[in-house]
């Protein structure tokens, strides 16, 4: 921990889990507020010539996401009459569960991460899928044939694009040799390309196959445009989250975007060499590895976020077919050639 | 059009083609009784959603994600027009119909004028007949921006909608500029047209028109480029050309079937069209693609004719020599013209009096509406959306 | 056929990020405004020293949102024996804005040219009953009716009111 390697302190075990908890918990809604404010609220608008927020705190609007949350908090606690009370409130729990749980694994600096799991790799992508069952009992609770529909067109959506997200992920695995998460920065921080090894050898050249098909798998692991179907927002209004209001709406408006954070930090560690700066070791590593971690995934999230505000949505059984019959031959070709280059070079 | 003193009327021209007589039969199975069906799930979509462009209701009877019958209920935003109309001056009527169709509501105005004018006798001016032909057109190129805009919002796109709305900016300033309102411009008159042009307006209305072609080009490359609107769009809610007709769907719709009808060139000259060179765009599929890219040729086209109107734009008076207290001889008189949304029509009954005895409207998107029951049948529920989108009806249109 | 496109998913991002580069359109408004044409229908002005209460724009109204009252007087007569002129006075004029639909007929059918259309738009209250300008009020309006505006080229030179 920073405490430890910097400042030579003694802390203990348990002193560095709590500190490490608090952390990931500040987080993601930071995360979130951060993505939030620069990408939709900002980026958006100047894509649609305009300005977007400008009068709350003054400064182009910076307070407007944290007015929201506040307004949010404060709101009566709506729940339909026929709504399964329990699941309908833990939902948005699930949902945001399964956010929190991804942070445990990704490294912010060689030695800035709650855990480095040695199957770090295997670990986030099943914990991410927990959210489809939080959108599920949104969607069933909320006894609303809209709410429903959405929820049931998400299940399946997330549940077909998770194979591509993998398969996407198992070329960089067998680049790099291990399931680690620590290691898949290291193993790209001291690789060279056709040896000269000035900058490593972040995975994106060799897997950009890899990284479009993550991108892609991504997007509608996310639910979003162009594969957002299960919260269209001209037809469905929100699809499953439309009963709900207030604090439990907040929970899952943290929850979609701390997962683009989630999602855009595993992309900038597997494709882009996560923390890991060219010539910088040692506890400089420490310090500087968050920010290129934030730089190098405010960059994936710019990518994820261009192609969300200019694409129309693909129909449901489009978005099906597209991942069945294209994304998963091609992250199959894809595993192919990296073993048989693997072998060869 | 047609003239009637004792009460028999001609049969009105007609695109030129046989109707098939199994295609009017009333299509029953469509109806959805909501009170007595039990099993497929049914689907209030409005009167409030996003997708239905106003308060249109569509109880559609949906078997997973199929709709297997679709009912739309109208009527809630009926305002009364035609019975408003029996106790107003032919001004005060002008003024209401102009909410009709309130995103091009200069092309409202005009078939009634024409109507009284053509039972007084009286014929408006050249020059009031170019301003009434550019502005009609400047309202055209206004509609079919925002519907370029809002056909890319509804199936997913966020920004061409916004796009849309900017680039409209700059024709409702222009219609501001030379009547004094943005949406509701008043500004015809029995006889002619109530202001000549602000100085300097034809040279603003020319720069205006190179921001109306830009603005199509992008939405070429941004929406009708798209792989991912071509495969929401192609094939989605094909109207075969006899059907449309025989629903009387008319304008961009019917264009996009295939028919080659435009009221401009085909029907009665009215206006300043018949000394414009246009071209009428016709598209062989009848899906939402292809009225996507018709009403964009359109868009163009519109631009032409405005530059080629601006170019030719004759002096002279605006207004023609009429009384004072305008009383409109007796008479009854059928005029209807090619408007953004489709066919408008007037039948306009008149008893001498300062006002119409009895206007009775015919509107374009009540007849587009009329064949969703029989177009939605079998498609996913998320084509109702294109498919509505496509269509393109504004619901004062509907419900008048 | 020109050389092949991109394709449309590639120019359609094109598209989206050159937007974002270009500055945004927005006025910002209350902090900047943006003035509205001459002619723009904003709020209907009255010059009450023309009015002769002959009742023409209460009846042409289609929402009959003026309200007039007034009365007749006696008047000295101009010459020695002649009888006395008998004047309307203007008592009540009342435009309701809550009801008025902006068309502009009594303006126009006012034959003595005593209302005037101004561009002037920022007068929202926030209860109903202000919405009702009474005689002073619009006489207020009258500051602000812009000067009537040269035609363009080819138009008949206009008679059109003098303020």
């Not at chain 1, 907040?250 to 597997?270: D, M, N, P, R, S």
């Not at chain 1, 730089?295 to 077919?321: C, G, H, I, N, S």
């Not at chain 2, 295609?23 to 009784?33: K, S």
């Not at chain 2, 009540?366 to 959306?385: C, E, K, M, T, Y």
Request: with cysteine.
């Amino acid at each position: 921990m920073i405490g430890h390697a910097v400042l030579a302190l003694e802390v203990g075990w348990g002193t560095t889990m709590v500190i490490k908890t608090l952390i990931i918990l500040m987080v993601i809604p930071l995360g979130a507020l951060i993505l939030g404010y620069t990408f939709l609220l900002k980026m958006m608008s100047h894509m649609q010539s305009r300005l977007g927020p400008m009068d709350p705190g003054g400064f182009h609007g910076w307070f407007q996401l944290v007015g929201d949350g506040l307004k949010f908090l404060q709101k009566e606690d709506i729940m339909p009459n026929q709504a399964d009370r329990r699941v309908f409130a833990a939902a948005p729990a699930v949902v945001v569960l399964s956010t929190f749980l991804v942070f445990a694994v990704i490294p912010m600096g060689p030695d800035l991460v709650v855990k480095d799991l040695d199957v770090g790799v295997f670990y986030a992508l099943a914990v991410s899928s927990l959210s489809v069952i939080g959108v599920l009992m949104a969607g069933w609770a909320s006894a609303n044939k809209f709410a429903l529909l959405g929820a049931l067109r998400a299940a399946a959506q997330l549940i077909a694009y998770e194979l591509p997200l993998i398969l996407a992920v198992v070329g960089v695995v067998m680049q790099a040799g291990t399931m680690s998460l620590q290691g898949i920065v290291y193993a790209q921080r001291d690789g060279s390309i056709f040896g000269w090894s000035g900058m490593g050898n972040p995975f994106i050249f060799t897997q950009f196959v890899g990284f479009a098909l993550f991108l892609v798998a991504a997007q509608a692991e996310l639910t979003q445009t162009p594969f957002d179907m299960p919260v269209a927002e001209s037809e469905l209004v929100s699809g499953y989250m439309v009963e709900y209001t207030g604090f439990r709406f907040l929970f899952f408006f943290i929850g979609e975007f701390g997962t683009a954070f989630a999602f855009a930090a595993l992309a900038a560690t597997l494709f882009l060499g996560g923390w890991s700066i060219p010539g910088v070791t040692g506890d400089w590593a420490n310090i500087l590895g968050p920010f290129a971690l934030f730089a190098k995934l405010m960059f994936v999230a710019f990518l994820m976020f261009w192609v969300r505000f200019t694409y129309p949505r693909l129909r449901e059984d489009q978005l099906q077919a597209l991942a069945w019959k294209v994304l998963i031959p091609i992250g199959l070709l894809n595993i192919l050639v990296t073993g048989a280059l693997k072998v060869a070079f | 059009m047609s003239t009637t003193e004792t009460g028999t009327t001609e049969t009105p021209a007609t695109p030129g083609f046989v109707l098939d007589p199994v295609a009017l039969t009333p299509l029953a199975d469509a109806r959805v009784n909501v009170e007595l069906d039990t099993g497929d799930m049914i689907l209030n979509l409005g009167p409030q959603h996003p997708a239905t462009h106003g308060t249109l209701r569509l109880v559609v009877r949906l078997d997973g994600e199929r709709v297997v019958a679709a009912d739309p209920v109208i009527g809630y935003m009926h305002r009364g027009y035609e019975k408003l109309s029996e106790f107003r001056t032919y001004p005060q009527v002008t003024t209401l119909i102009n909410r009709i169709d309130w995103l091009s509501s200069f092309a409202n105005e005009v078939p009634f004028l024409e109507a009284a004018e053509k039972l007084m006798g009286v014929e408006a001016p050249p020059r009031a007949k170019y301003i009434r032909t550019i502005l009609t057109e400047l309202s055209r190129i206004a509609t079919f921006l925002l519907f370029l805009g809002e056909m890319g919002l509804q199936v997913g796109a966020l920004t061409p909608a916004f796009y849309g709305f900017r680039d409209r900016e700059h024709i409702l300033n222009l219609i501001e500029a030379v009547t004094g309102g943005r949406f509701h411009p008043n500004f015809n008159r029995i006889g002619g047209v109530k202001d000549d042009l602000p100085w300097g307006w034809l040279g603003e209305c020319r720069s205006a028109m190179k921001i109306v072609f830009d603005a199509c080009d992008v939405f070429e490359d941004l929406v009708l480029g798209n792989e991912i609107f071509a495969a929401r769009c192609k094939g989605v809610g094909i109207i075969p050309a006899e059907l449309g007709a025989a629903y009387g769907v008319s304008g961009s719709n019917l264009r996009a079937s295939g028919v080659d009808w435009d009221l401009r060139r085909d029907g009665e000259p009215y206006l300043a069209y018949p000394d414009l060179d246009f071209k009428v765009w016709t598209h062989p599929d009848g899906d939402s693609f292809a009225r996507y890219w018709v009403r964009l040729q359109e868009t163009r086209e519109s631009a032409r004719m405005v530059l080629q109107c601006l170019d030719a734009m004759p002096a002279g008076a605006v207004m023609a020599k009429v009384p004072r207290i305008i009383k409109v001889p007796e008479g009854e008189i059928w005029v209807e013209t090619e408007n953004p949304l489709g066919q408008m029509g007037y039948y306009v009954v008149s008893k001498g009096a300062t006002g119409p005895f009895r206007v009775k409207i015919r509107s374009a998107s009540f007849s587009n509406v009329s064949i969703l029951p029989w177009l939605l049948r079998g498609v996913f529920v998320p084509d109702i959306i294109t498919i509505l989108a496509g269509l393109y009806f504004i619901l004062g249109d509907i419900d008048r | 056929m020109k050389a092949p496109k991109l394709p449309g998913l590639i120019g359609g991002l094109g598209i989206t990020l050159r937007t974002m580069l270009k500055p945004a359109v927005t006025v910002q408004y209350p902090h900047e405004k943006e003035a509205p044409a001459s002619r723009a229908r904003g709020v209907i002005a009255l010059k009450e020293e023309n009015c002769t209460v002959c009742m023409l724009c209460a009846r042409s109204c289609p929402d009959w949102c003026i309200y007039i009252e007034g009365h007749k007087e006696q008047r000295p007569p101009r010459r020695e024996g002649g009888r006395p002129r008998s004047v309307s006075v203007l008592d009540r004029f009342d435009i309701d804005y809550a009801l008025c639909m902006y068309c502009g007929i009594c303006v126009e059918v006012c034959p003595f040219d005593a209302l005037f259309w101004t561009p002037e738009f920022e007068y929202s209250e926030n209860s109903i009953a202000k919405l009702l300008h009474d005689k002073q009020k619009l006489g207020e309006w009258m500051a602000t009716v812009p000067e009537p505006e040269p035609l363009e080229v080819g138009a008949l030179p206009s008679k059109g009111a003098k303020k």
